[in-house]
DNA sequence: GTCTATATGAAGATAGAC
DNA sequence: GTCTATCTTCATATAGAC
């Protein structure tokens, strides 16, 4: 049994490192070596426990969206508003500034990348992005149960995915404050209303 | 004097089947041989034009940025209202609808690229959003001659890189459309006011 | 200017000894 | 389970004949 909880470790050693490397690199950027370098596992045996390299993208994409639901569950126990939540999540380029300056969005930049060439591994990747859309329509519709949730969460999402595009490329710290404080203003005027587009 | 002609029609044909490729493929994925297929230019002959597949980048981005001078030039002696020319530019994303939905914006995708591990050819794809930036904030100063013509053009490439790129990741058309009227409704509100943030 | 052949290197992946 | 050696493929890039 010892044998396989060191297994266990040494998989997630290659899985942390592994899901740096995709959002410091890109996937076709990062390679077998560096992974290897990063979790210092040796090369040869990086294929013991992932075949391929999509193998290895589609565990950290797993290793994420579970990281994620645990997050939104906590938000959920934690933060009694909806207006609350969405904050929250909009707050999250603050408190990731810088790696959001430098990388951009993990799920974003990661999405645009493997939807040009590589379209089964972005529908992996996209994963992500439905489990935050099924959580903020949900707070939209607690925020505001007539209005068209669907539509409020792709205002939301586009608006947060262009700002950490934006600041990634123009490394402007302050874009950053002013469009999370614009998207906060924003969320406070529909909470006010009672129907708003 | 027509062998020179003859160079340079195959540079341009060169040119514009990199650039399609550069936007389809991205920067890493575009490879000589993809070059030489859609050029219809032996993969060898290539080096003759460029040495290296940076200087095709290079070469790419100095085509676009001339495109997009001339472009701009002609919507300011074409179109009388800075407003005007501001939903000229935000209505990009309806012209371009296909291409949008499966490769993002190509500016924005490429900057996401080259932003994480080549940040010298990064600079490069940059200026295309610099031309922008400049004829962007001119037409907020003028649309609002006290208002922070830098802060609102951020803004614009916030919501339009944002749209692009949820666009591309969903497939959806009806996501561009209503960001595309969101985003004229946020400039007929600037031009009717004094000031605005 | 054009084309073929080839050098060179990196990356994904496998075989097989230990 | 671990590690080394190696296969294969494909990419950038160059040399040199024509």
Redesign the interface.
Known sequence: MAAREKTETIRRQILQASDNLLY???F??MSFSDIADASSVPRGNLYYYFKTKEEVLAAVIDHRLSNMKNMLREWEATIDSPLDRLKRYVGIPLNELDNVM???CPM??L???L???QSDLKKIS?MQ?DVFMFWLQNQFRLLQPDGDAK?LT??L???????A??A???G?RN?VK??VE?INAWLDSLSHSVIS?
């Open positions: 410091h690199k890109g076709n950027q430098r990388y951009g974003g930049s999405n645009s990348e939807g040009k060439t996209k992005f539509t792709m205002h999402l586009v608006r947060t995915q262009g700002l595009l934006m990634s490329i123009y402007d874009l002013w469009e614009s587009a």
